[in-house]
């Protein structure tokens, strides 16, 4: 059973990635059946221990990227990827599957903003959202992910390829 979590879970990963990069979206029917379908496998595989596992993982992984959402600098389906590898993974692993997405994600975002020149830009946008944390305000419509001029990074292909990664080295 806990082999199918794992197999599940890339699949779902690699789904996301894949819809991600082409359609700049995560569907919904995709993150709304990963939760409870991790949730029930968990329950099969380790009874209510494992549902706790993968509640803690959800709620977890919604919780953590919550603020990011509400400032609008991540998308609904990002923040529902996450909740469903959460339910995947668990607490535990979710941290570190999400610290290596991370780490993708910025070096797919540094890429990005050197190929198409935007550095100079880049590091002021950066200092005017730090300075509105700092201020406790939001920052400028500007610098949200609806502005179409921004350079957009598709975290579905970071979290896929950092799940991949994960998953690859855990069965190695």
Do not use: C
């Amino acid at each position: 059973m806990n082999k199918l979590i794992w197999i599940l879970s890339a699949a779902f990963a690699l789904t996301a990635g894949i819809t991600d990069l082409r359609w700049r979206r995560i569907p919904n029917w995709l993150t709304y059946s990963a939760i409870p379908v991790a949730i029930l496998l968990h329950v099969l595989a380790d009874g209510w221990r494992g549902a706790k596992l993968s509640l803690l993982g959800t709620a977890l992984g919604l919780g953590i990227l919550l603020p990011f959402v509400l400032i609008r600098s991540l998308g609904g389906g990002d923040w529902k990827l996450v909740g469903g590898l959460g339910a995947f993974f668990g607490w535990q692993r979710l941290i570190t599957v999400l610290i290596w997405t991370l780490l993708i994600n910025g070096v797919m975002a540094l890429v990005i903003v050197i190929w198409k020149k935007r550095l100079g830009r880049t590091l002021r946008n950066l200092g005017r959202m730090f300075a509105a944390f700092f201020k406790f305000h939001l920052p400028g419509q500007d610098l949200t992910i609806d502005n179409p001029e921004a350079a957009k990074v598709p975290f579905g292909v970071a979290a896929a390829i950092a799940v991949l990664l994960y998953t690859a080295f855990q069965h190695s």
